[in-house]
């Protein structure tokens, strides 16, 4: 039950949040740390993912977001861009079973048609493979961008203004958030990036607004269970009032504003 991990680890399951977006930065300088290959970096890294996905499933959380391959990694060196599709196909695969008995659903946002052909088939088998589960959604961020994303947002509006299916003057924000990839789920709630790096690195631009965000130090492939628990805990401790302002009424109760 739900309730009964988050006591064993100490949150309130009442104040969960309902997405999680993590910048998994670091993989490369874990694996130079130890004068390893850059891919055996990526690869110690797939390990937490799977710590992290089943702990987020265990809690109850509803969206977990993983920042997996940005439209800037195509830059990187071939052999490197060659081995983290092979490692991607290969955690696809492996895990099929595994989020399928988790209830786990398998989802991406991105330019998933730049991925390799045998690895968007894979990815398409786990989808719908796990496309009933109910308990949680995986979403990967695969060949993702974000002012890509909100430039192809951009784009289909205006085709509907061109058809004359849609009015400038009824352009909303809703209106945007409607055609961004993340249209069928809420905007993440907590966004956190290892590594020591203090920036969203072109991750969910739009929909970060008003996230928490947290950064550590911590190289992903080090990054512990313990260590996002005490996140989460923090989370559930921040005041969160959107651009609002909190006023105690004559009851002694507090309102936003």
């Known amino acids: 039950m739900k309730s009964d991990r988050c006591q064993h680890y100490g949150v309130d399951p009442s104040k969960l949040p309902r997405h999680v977006a993590i910048i998994m930065d670091g993989n490369g300088r874990w694996a130079k740390k130890r004068l390893m290959n850059r891919v055996n970096g990526h690869e110690k890294g797939s390990e937490t993912v799977r710590l992290i996905v089943t702990l987020c499933r265990e809690l109850g959380i509803e969206v977990l977001t993983l920042y997996a391959f940005s439209t800037e990694n195509w830059s990187r060196p071939q052999a490197e861009v060659d081995a983290l599709m092979g490692l991607l196909k290969r955690f696809i695969v492996s895990e099929r079973e595994s989020l399928k008995d988790q ?107 008003y996230s928490e965000l947290f950064f550590t130090q911590t190289l992903w492939p080090d990054f512990t269970e313990q260590e996002f628990i005490e996140m989460v805990k923090d989370y559930q401790n921040r005041d969160r009032r959107f651009g609002k302002v909190l006023c105690s009424s004559n009851d002694g109760s507090q309102q936003q504003f």
């Open 103 to 209: 209830g786990i659903r398998l989802s991406a946002i991105g330019q998933k048609k730049r991925l390799p052909l045998d690895v968007r088939q894979e990815f398409d088998t786990t989808v719908a493979y796990t496309a009933s589960n109910q308990g949680m959604c995986l979403n990967l961020a695969l060949s993702y961008g974000g002012r890509e994303e909100i430039a192809y947002a951009v784009r289909k509006i205006a085709l509907k203004v061109k058809s004359r299916k849609l009015s400038p003057e009824n352009i909303t924000e809703k209106s945007v958030a409607d055609y961004l990839y993340t249209s069928n789920i809420p905007d993440p709630d907590m966004i956190i990036r290892t590594g020591g790096e203090m920036r969203l690195s072109n991750f969910l631009l739009w929909q970060s607004a």
